[in-house]
Nanobody, 125 residues
Framework: QVQLEESGGGLVQAGGSLRLSCAASADIISGAVMAWFRQAPGKTRELVAA???????FHATSVAGRFTIARDNAKNTLYLEMNRIIVEDTAIYYC???????????????????WGQGTQVTVSS
């Protein structure tokens, strides 16, 4: 069974940094569009960043310039480098894969068919 497993979350002070990782149990990262989503308490799940199979990146306006998505196909791992973290970044962060094909970058949550369990990021002021 193919799985995604996030790690690297935790408690961090505002202004600090974290690196989230998403490890795949099989060789799927290289063949899928990958993304990070997050869900804050009482809010809907939102796209944070996405990366195409060729490495083209998209970052949501709220994190652009602070977060960076990256992939290591050889390690079957997706990353989210988080810098200058703010309190509003507090959420559960999920990695997701879109394996069905389509445009190089996929921004619609409905197109992601494989999800991890999430990792909590809590930012203190």
């Amino acid at each position: 069974q193919v799985q995604l497993e996030e790690s690297g979350g935790g408690l961090v002070q505002a202004g600090g940094s974290l690196r989230l990782s998403c490890a795949a149990s099989a060789d799927i990262i290289s063949g899928a569009v990958m993304a990070w989503f997050r869900q804050a308490p009482g809010k809907t799940r939102e796209l944070v960043a996405a990366i195409s199979k060729s490495g083209t990146r998209f970052h949501a306006t709220s994190v652009a310039g602070r977060f960076t998505i990256a992939r290591d196909n050889a390690k079957n791992t997706l990353y989210l480098e988080m810098n200058r973290i703010i309190v509003e970044d507090t959420a559960i962060y999920y990695c997701a894969a879109s394996r069905a094909g389509g445009p190089p970058l996929i921004l619609s949550i409905e197109k992601y068919d494989l999800w991890g369990q999430g990792t909590q990021v809590t930012v203190s002021s």
